[in-house]
């Protein structure tokens, strides 16, 4: 990328999530990752442009030096940051100002620094595409938090019962941020258990909000629209996915139906996410799941029986398996870490030049990995032990938000990619290659907001549920779970 030569009618938008916006080269496999900040936010340029520097290479920095050795190397591609020109950056920002989500609107895109991060586009494939005609096809799931709370400290009941997401939405529909109500449940899908995962990877098709994306050569192709209240056209997705699904069982009228080509695609997407890179093909993958009852939420629309049999485990090299590990680093949960928070506080009111040895705003490096690796298991009160905690915490913070991109594209036998893997031998024949993004880390400040938001969440949700109990009895009504009656296929 020759940055003197920068055209911003080379790129188009891409995506954006609250942080950062994206857009990608319409010919190379590249994409710029750029900042956003609140719109009244724009004045104090110069104070901007270094925060922004400080920024950008704090971001590239975790990614690298923390989030890399936790997750895998080859999951994580950190990226580079680049320099751009101010024109170019600024006849970006209106040329896809139109294409931008409203939602999203609140924020404006980093038209002063200059500063952006360089990645690989990862809605490709990492090689040659073999010369099918097939474009390959993208899943981005935003998976969230994978367990429930196992730590003392927590004080709701609930919460030991209810994962984080199925009570936050309840506060999310509230707040107008949804229209419809969301029925996945990450516990199901990090369960490891092919039933489960196939139901919440259904409930994701039905309503993807933010944790569910398609790309079809490297355009979006599934996603929540703007406002969305009805449920996604699901036929129309099962037509643009029809192509990489072409073998014989379930035909109707000489092609798969809709529901076969979804039933297979849900299948290929649940064998990546459970496929490992350093699978030991002589004994047993070693098994990443949560201890007896936390991977069990109560509002997940899976049937109970299916929750008491169904714990197979991931392999701790899947990717939901890494992804996991790296969240339940949090074993005190906001409530446990918020003390630890206040304690760190108070030192630094005595000592307020402590803070960049105890790397609050990093640096990220080898010696903030120490911190996350070697904090004692027992508080023995010294401020020490208080900021292993939180650096921890902010470490699972950042799994418990990043997402995973799987890119599967046909192949022939002999075409399996040396980095990638094969899936399905005995069906359509898909390499894919699986990635995390999104891997930013999460500011320390943001503790005391975090502990605020936990209990809002955790008290809209009994609120709101006691009310409905309260309702459903007095009219008697039963409700009937939904996965009594959901027919599964053989995988
Ligand atoms: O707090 P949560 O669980 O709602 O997560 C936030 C996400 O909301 P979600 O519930 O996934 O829709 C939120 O996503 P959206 O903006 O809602 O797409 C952000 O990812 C936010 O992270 P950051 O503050 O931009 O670094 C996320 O905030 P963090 O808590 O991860 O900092
Ligand atoms: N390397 C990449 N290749 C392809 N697409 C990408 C890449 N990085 C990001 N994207 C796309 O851009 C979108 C926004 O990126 P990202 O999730 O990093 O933004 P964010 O603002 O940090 O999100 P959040 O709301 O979680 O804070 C992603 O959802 C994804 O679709």
Not at 12 to 31: P, T
Not at 116 to 144: Q, S, W, Y
Not at 280 to 299: D, I, L, M, N, Q
Not at 388 to 416: F, N, W
Request: aromatic residues 8%; glycine residues 6%; hydrophobic residues 30%.
């Amino acid at each position: 990328m020759e940055l003197d030569k920068m055209d911003e009618n080379d790129w188009k938008y891409h995506g954006e999530g609250n942080k950062s916006l994206v857009v990608s080269h319409v010919q190379h496999s590249r994409v710029l990752r750029l900042l956003k900040y609140p719109s009244q936010d724009a004045e104090h340029t110069q104070q901007r442009t270094e925060q922004a520097y400080r920024h950008i290479h704090s971001i590239v920095d975790f990614s690298k030096n923390v989030m890399k050795p936790l997750l895998g190397e080859a999951y994580v591609h950190s990226g580079e940051v680049v320099n751009l020109p101010l024109e170019f950056v600024r006849h970006l920002s209106l040329k896809v100002q139109q294409e931008r989500p409203e939602l999203r609107c609140d924020k404006v895109m980093d038209t002063f620094s200059g500063y952006a991060l360089c990645l690989p586009n990862l809605t490709h494939l990492n090689a040659r595409h073999f010369g099918d005609h097939r474009l390959p096809l993208c899943v981005e799931i935003k998976p969230k938090c994978g367990f429930l709370p196992f730590s003392g400290h927590v004080t709701k009941e609930c919460k030991r019962k209810v994962c984080r997401f199925c009570m936050h939405q309840h506060y999310k529909l509230a707040n107008g941020k949804w229209k419809r109500q969301s029925r996945y449940c990450p516990l199901d899908l990090f369960s490891g258990n092919k039933q489960r995962m196939y139901i919440a990877i259904k409930h994701l098709l039905e309503e993807p909000q933010n944790n569910f994306k398609i790309f079809k050569g490297g355009q979006l192709i599934f996603s929540c629209t703007d406002g969305a209240e009805q449920q996604p056209d699901l036929s129309a997705l099962a037509q643009q996915l029809r192509p990489h699904f072409t073998h014989s069982t379930g035909l109707y009228k000489g092609h798969l139906s809709a529901k076969a080509v979804l039933n297979e695609f849900i299948q290929v997407v649940s064998s990546a996410l459970l496929s490992s890179w350093n699978c030991s093909r002589t004994g047993e993958p070693k098994k990443a799941h949560p201890a007896e009852g936390r991977g069990y939420c109560e509002a997940s629309p899976v049937h109970r029986d299916l929750h008491r049999n169904g714990t197979n485990g991931l392999s701790k090299d899947s990717v939901l398996g890494r992804i996991l590990q790296a969240q339940m680093l949090d074993n005190l949960d906001i409530e446990g870490i918020y003390p630890l928070y206040k304690r760190v506080e108070q030192y630094l009111e005595e000592f307020p030049k402590e803070r960049s040895r105890l790397q609050l705003d990093g640096p990220y490096n080898d010696s903030f990995l120490e911190w996350v690796k070697n904090c004692p298991e027992e508080d023995d009160g010294s401020v020490e032990y208080a900021i292993g905690k939180v650096h921890q915490y902010r470490v699972a913070m950042t799994a418990k938000d990043c997402s995973v991109m799987i890119t599967l594209a046909p192949c022939e036998e002999d075409e399996v990619l040396e980095s990638n893997l094969e899936i399905q031998p005995s069906k359509p024949r898909l390499t894919y290659s699986v990635s995390i993004l999104d891997l930013d880390p999460k500011p320390y400040d943001a503790i005391p907001y975090q502990h605020k938001l936990d209990s809002k969440i955790v008290n809209y949700y009994v609120r709101s549920t006691h009310s409905k109990q309260e309702l459903t009895s007095s009219s008697s009504l039963l409700m009937e779970r939904e996965d009594r009656t959901l027919v599964f296929h053989p995988v």
